[in-house]
């Protein structure tokens, strides 16, 4: 009964290889987000997507392309990996983007560890 | 410019005593949200505790508190009759209500440590 989840969990891979890290919510929440946590924990929002809709994409290379295929999934596609792109990626979802209130909390999965070789 | 600003990358505490840390933020919007989420040593994000630029109230769940001072814009989060288990990294992040995207700024981190 998991509300975020993520897989893989954990992805080791050579530098130069195309990667995808899959998300689901079963929330019933109509947003959801790619967020990164670099080596040094700190977060940043990649992108969200709206009832299958991209809203943000927040100046990531066009290596990293994100797909909702329906509003409970959104999935992370990276092409030609690079070192650099070695961190944590958590999915994240929320009710809606709070448009009437801010106050729509983000529920994060559990994280997907991304080392690249 | 740094939206949010956690100045104590670690703190220390006694178990049970009381911890605050400290967030300030920064925003020209009238309407925004502040949260508070806990990363454990497992590496999930836990959400704790929201408080909103018009509450009057400072929000309470459980052990967790926030102070909330507006005019200083700072949303300190208190933790009362601190667990080991409370031992993680905690951040502060905000959401502006003028963003139509919802996505939360996050501050830097406190990593805090329980001392039993």
């Known amino acids: 009964d998991t509300a975020v989840s993520q897989t893989p969990k954990y992805l080791v891979t050579q530098m130069g290889n195309d990667k995808s890290i899959k998300c689901e919510q079963n929330l019933g929440h109509d947003t959801m987000y790619w967020y990164k946590q670099d080596s040094k924990k700190f977060l940043k929002i990649m992108f969200s997507y709206n009832n299958k809709e991209l809203i943000i994409n927040e100046t990531v290379p066009n290596r990293f392309s994100p797909k909702s295929p329906d509003k409970a999934h959104l999935n992370l596609h990276i092409n030609s990996l690079e070192l650099g792109d070695s961190a944590v990626y958590f999915c994240a979802s929320s009710r809606d983007r709070g448009l009437l209130s801010p106050k729509e909390t983000q529920y994060f999965g559990p994280g997907t560890r991304l080392l690249v070789l | 410019a740094q939206k949010i600003t956690q100045t104590q990358p670690g703190m220390f505490v006694q178990e049970k005593e009381a911890v605050t840390l400290d967030c300030t933020y920064d925003?020209?919007?009238?309407?925004?949200?502040l949260f508070w989420y806990k990363q454990p040593s497992s590496g999930e994000m836990i959400f704790l505790i929201y408080?909103?630029?018009?509450?009057?109230q400072n929000a309470t769940e459980g052990r967790y508190s926030l102070n909330f001072q507006k005019a200083r814009k700072s949303a300190n989060l208190v933790i009362s009759a601190s667990q080991l288990g409370d031992s993680a990294m905690y951040f502060c992040?905000?959401?502006?209500?003028?963003?139509?995207?919802?996505?939360?700024?996050f501050g830097q981190g406190t990593t805090l440590q329980v001392k039993p």
């Open positions: 992040a905000m959401r502006e209500g003028s963003s139509n995207t919802g996505k939360l700024i």
């Open positions: 408080q909103g630029s018009y509450d009057e």
């Open positions: 925003t020209s919007d009238q309407s925004y949200g």
